[in-house]
């Protein structure tokens, strides 16, 4: 089935702001927003929820600080314990002072590349993959909101129209997609 | 919502729209090159030919031919190393540490700040790596199981600590600036007209298009990462500074190290910094983005953490005394009144009293003084490493052992060409990236761009300005 877009473009981050939040409260359903900078306080407009990744951070930090901890262990007590100038590195807990600067650096790298990769990967933000945004100057100083009439079937296409047109949208764009 | 205090002075001068900030910083990448460029880029690429050309030799024909010997086992090299990893601390101070103190002024500095530290940190990197002698055995310092039995390499080691804060360091701080520059590379794809800048930038944007959900997570994951790499900017350079710390030798074995050699580091990257951002901001005409301010608050950083370094110097003296231990008291004494009291002296000069003269309003807001300043900081900053590492062991407890260092000509050859190779990159980022980062001024530009400011209502619009100015 074919799905009629409607790209509205505006000039100012605010003006796209309060004009989404007027479509909203009359029922519009705004797929998506496109803008060369962060946009605050638009997430909890348009319905978009705030990002995980943060948990997912903490979890691949604890990853790394188990790995380092295992791995030190094994290394430093289990399978080669040294003795160096009378002082042998005896259990993990007697020798565990020693292993903080690796334990922190390794939890460190750990959290912050396991998330660096989930966001590319989630944003779908890999090298070779091509742009998705329907104007070249959403990354300049134009801001698009994008309105799918299969999930505004309240409305008429000249309602949409004619809303966007009145709360400040300075170009409305339309496209088909298979 | 865009608001900030009045008497604050703006962060963006002129009356900038979004779209000018993006044809501002783009302008000086989609333009040919200035001449000046190429003349920098030219003498640059030599310097760092013939340094590569010397690490060439070194490795061929051993560490022999720095001017090491058996007593002193350490002098240029890591001096070189401590200097580069110091001057690499700004970068990720200025992104991480600033961000979660929501400072907005770190915004006309960050990206090229970033670029500095990885090139300051791959530059560090490759002085313990040569100094190894053997470069195609370097991967012995990570913990690998291998063909020589059960050989590990010791975790009890500050060496390898360090090995592990470096390698953090660097890969952290490269991740934190590649997720910053997506977005503007993603402005550059969307703007060049010549298809293999097009293509080049199109690949290095990601596929970045600017939907709501990915400014949610750009905005975490720079949140989370500043907040992580706050903690690393302290850690790295302590574990540098454990390298001499946890050693028995009277002038390394000091308490203090820590805190100073972290406070010494941030001295010295902001200096490097000012050095830096003065030519660009002239060469690039960004002076609407860098301003007298942005100089003014980055001088003051340098005072404090150059205070705490002159504290520190100060302390170290009087500890050393106090301790009673007479080693100690030697070892700083010959540092002072030794046949290195010139280094000694050159780094009292540079880093004790030339950070206080920035107590003064029009020296810290002169654009001149402070480029000397900044240069003079990081020849004081290379001569305290020096004055650390080879007055303290070229007199150890055997004095037919003592001994005095003198510069070979590839521990000139070597040093210098870092510099060069330092500017190689740092010149071709300057020429192909995004210096200011595009998408986080625009966030700015309302409550700090000089037009939006104190503006709020027109009627008022007149006498604000005039009262401003």
């Known amino acids: ?178 | 919502m865009h608001k900030e205090a009045a008497i604050r002075e703006p962060l963006i001068l002129g009356h900038k729209t979004y779209h000018d900030i993006t044809v501002d910083v783009c302008k000086p990448i989609e333009d040919k090159a200035p001449r000046g460029w190429y003349v920098l880029f030219t003498i640059a690429l030599i310097i760092a030919i013939y340094g590569v050309g010397c690490i060439m030799y070194l490795l061929g024909t051993g560490i022999g031919v720095w001017g090491i010997n058996k007593t002193i086992g350490w002098a240029w090299d890591i001096t070189n190393f401590v200097w580069w990893v110091g001057i690499g601390h700004a970068g990720t101070l200025i992104s991480a540490v600033l961000l979660l103190f929501r400072q907005k002024w770190r915004m006309a500095i960050n990206r090229s700040a970033e670029a500095m530290t990885i090139f300051a940190v791959f530059m560090a990197g490759t002085f313990p790596l040569i100094h190894m002698g053997r470069l195609w055995l370097g991967y012995w310092t990570m913990p690998i199981p291998n063909q020589f039995g059960s050989l590990w390499v010791n975790f009890n080691s500050p060496l390898l600590w360090d090995v592990f804060a470096i390698s953090t360091y660097l890969s952290v701080s490269l991740v934190f600036w590649y997720i910053g520059l997506i977005p503007d590379f993603a402005t550059l794809r969307d703007r060049v007209k010549r298809p293999i800048p097009k293509k080049m930038y199109s690949i290095l944007s990601f596929g970045w298009s600017g939907r709501a959900k990915n400014w949610n997570r750009f905005e975490i994951v720079s949140l989370v990462l500043a907040g992580l790499s706050t903690p690393l900017v302290f850690s790295v350079h302590s574990i540098v500074s454990f390298d001499f710390a946890t050693s028995v030798i009277p002038g390394w074995h000091t308490t203090i190290f820590p805190p100073y050699f972290v406070a010494g580091a941030v001295f010295s990257g902001f200096a490097m910094v000012q050095t830096l951002m003065l030519v660009i901001r002239k060469a690039f005409r960004l002076e609407a983005y860098i301003h007298t301010r942005h100089i003014e608050y980055m001088n003051i950083v340098i005072m404090v953490t150059g205070s705490i370094v002159g504290t520190a110097y100060i302390t170290e003296l009087f500890i050393s005394w106090y301790s009673g231990v007479e080693y100690e008291a030697y070892a700083f004494l010959n540092r002072a009144t030794g046949p290195y009291w010139w280094a000694y002296w050159s780094m009292m000069t540079c880093n004790v009293i030339s950070p206080q003269l920035m107590w003064i309003k029009p020296l810290r807001r002169s654009l001149y003084f402070t480029f000397f300043i900044s240069i003079v900081v990081n020849i004081g900053m290379w001569f305290e490493r020096y004055v650390i590492i080879v007055t303290s062991i070229h007199r150890d407890y055997l004095p037919a052992a003592w001994s005095m260092h003198y510069p070979s000509h590839m521990d000139i050859g070597v040093y210098i060409g870092t510099i060069g190779i330092f500017f190689v990159f740092y010149l071709l980022f300057a020429r192909f990236f995004p210096v200011l980062p595009i998408a986080e001024l625009k966030t700015i530009l309302k409550s700090s761009g000089e037009s939006y400011k104190n503006a709020p209502d027109h009627h008022e619009h007149e006498s604000n300005h005039s009262s401003h100015h």
Not at chain 1, 28 to 34: D, L, M
Request: aromatic content about 10%; hydrophobic content about 40%.
């Open chain 1, 1 to 178: 089935m074919a799905e009629r877009i409607i790209y509205a473009t505006y000039e100012d981050d605010d003006v796209l702001k309060s004009s989404a939040k007027k479509l909203v409260s009359k029922g519009v359903r705004i797929a998506e927003v496109f803008s060369p900078f962060p946009i605050h306080g638009i997430d909890p407009i348009i319905g978009v929820k705030n990002t995980r990744l943060g948990i997912m951070a903490f979890l691949y930090g604890l990853t790394g600080l188990l790995l380092a901890t295992v791995g030190m262990k094994y290394i430093m007590i289990d399978d080669w314990p040294m003795n160096v100038g009378g002082k042998p590195n005896g259990t993990y807990l007697e020798n565990m002072l020693a292993f903080i600067p690796v334990t922190f650096e390794f939890t460190v790298m750990c959290a912050a590349h396991g998330m660096a990769i989930t966001y590319l990967w989630k944003n779908k933000t890999l090298p070779g993959l091509p742009a998705s945004n329907p104007h070249p100057r959403t990354t300049d100083d134009r801001f698009v909101m994008e309105l799918r009439l299969s999930e505004n079937n309240k409305f008429t296409t000249e309602e949409l129209e004619d809303m966007l047109q009145t709360s400040g949208a300075s170009e409305l764009d339309f496209k088909y997609v298979k």
